[in-house]
């Protein structure tokens, strides 16, 4: 981030309970976020004109000091199962293409999925794709409490109030993420998938934007789909408005360099104005 019209926002109850996690386990006082540390959520260019409103899940493989990691290598944290790579790279530049406002998760997928709901068993994952991930084995609910306070409701607030704060401002809402090449030793043949639920007004023009790149492979709902049980983001805040929404999902073998992001970033966002 090089910081031009990007702040970094906690919002004041979030800085102070949110925050700090604080939860009491045997009597003793937990944080799970030290004052030094990134706030839940990072509010990218907040005064943005466009439409389009960008969110980032998956955006950091970071984890709190205080889990110490998780119990997993570096080898581990820099891959899939922590992360999207490259997926706030490209939000990031659409931002800055689109003049759109961009809200990123600041933690790791791993510390707790801002995607998922609560009640999924992928919320604190103790396995992601056949590793196991020690530091979230038998937790506590007080130590699932502490996460969800403290990292899950403080982005989804700040989701919320940047859509309530357009009013009655033409409003989309587009989130990016990246998924692997290959996953249970299949290869997967598209270079972006575009995916919703029921709710198709911005998907079908944007799958039809993207295809005029006869190079392309390019999922309607491939790799994945938008689901209740399995994603959290889209549903509450897209569907829950009734906000014509999104999921853009790039194979991350096209985002690893700074010239596939860039490619990226300008594909998406010639894509994305055409579908306005």
């Not at 970094?8 to 979030?14: A, F, I, N, T, Y």
């Not at 290598?73 to 706030?88: C, K, L, N, T």
């Not at 309530?164 to 587009?174: I, N, Q, V, Y």
């Not at 090449?181 to 998938?193: E, N, S, Y």
Request: net charge negative; aromatic share 4%; charged share 20%.
């Amino acid at each position: 981030m090089d910081g031009r019209d990007s702040v970094s926002v906690g919002m004041s109850q979030d800085n102070a309970a949110n925050r700090a996690g604080e939860s009491s386990e045997a009597g003793v006082s937990r944080v799970l976020l030290a004052p030094d540390e990134p706030p839940p959520f990072e509010l990218a260019n907040p005064t943005g004109t466009s439409a389009i409103v960008l969110v980032c899940d998956h955006a950091s493989n970071r984890v709190t000091r205080s889990l110490g990691n998780l119990g997993l290598g570096r080898e581990q944290m820099v891959s899939h199962i922590a992360w999207d790579p490259g997926a706030a790279a490209v939000a990031r530049g659409l931002c800055a293409q689109l003049d759109a406002q961009l809200i990123l998760g600041s933690w790791s997928r791993l510390v707790i999925d801002l995607n998922r709901p609560l009640v999924s068993r992928e919320s604190i994952p103790e396995e992601s794709d056949k590793v196991r991930i020690p530091g979230n084995l038998g937790l506590s609910a007080a130590e699932c409490a502490r996460r969800v306070s403290a990292l899950f409701q403080p982005y989804h607030r700040a989701i919320a109030a940047v859509l309530e704060e357009r009013g009655a401002r033409r409003t989309m809402l587009l989130s990016i993420h990246s998924f692997t090449p290959a996953l249970d030793g299949q290869k997967r043949p598209w270079h972006v998938g575009v995916a919703s639920g029921a709710d198709r007004r911005l998907v079908e023009p944007l799958i039809g934007a993207l295809r005029r790149h006869r190079n392309l492979c390019v999922g309607d709902n491939q790799p994945y789909d938008v689901d209740h049980a399995v994603d959290y983001t889209l549903p509450a805040h897209g569907e829950g408005r009734d906000l014509p929404h999104a999921m853009i999902e790039i194979r991350q073998d096209q985002i690893g360099s700074a010239a596939g992001i860039d490619a990226w970033v300008a594909r998406l966002a010639e894509s994305i104005a055409a579908s306005l």
